[in-house]
């Protein structure tokens, strides 16, 4: 059974940074592209980041390229998001994502961005 857990999420200010951490059980995260992504109140969700599985290439929502980078540890079978110079409009529910012939999804984690 696959399980992805997130964790991480927290009140900042802006201009602040956060660590989001999703840690696979069941799946190695070396063989899925594991994504980010995010839905704020009122919104659709959308992708954030994504690793790939072969060669680990990634992609990211132009919104926060350059802010956030995605990485992945596979002796810790756990994929990250590090945040850095978050808006409020980064406010949202984060949510890890694996594809491996079929999608996970993990129960999301909170991110506020406010003074």
């Known amino acids: 059974q696959v399980q992805l857990v997130e964790s991480g999420g927290g009140l900042v200010p802006p201009g602040g940074s956060l660590r989001l951490s999703c840690a696979a059980s069941?799946?190695?995260?070396?063989?899925?592209?594991m994504s980010w992504y995010r839905q704020a109140p009122g919104k659709e969700r959308e992708l954030v980041a994504r690793?790939?599985?072969?060669?680990?290439?990634?992609d990211y929502a132009d919104s926060v390229k350059g802010r956030f980078t995605i990485s992945r540890d596979n002796a810790k079978n756990t994929v990250y998001l590090q945040m850095n110079s978050l808006k409020p409009e980064d406010t949202a529910v984060y949510y890890c994502n694996a594809v491996f012939f079929r999608s996970y999804w993990g129960q999301g984690t909170q991110v506020t961005i406010s003074s």
């Open positions: 690793i790939t599985s072969a060669g680990g290439s990634t």
């Open positions: 069941g799946l190695p995260v070396s063989t899925a592209t």
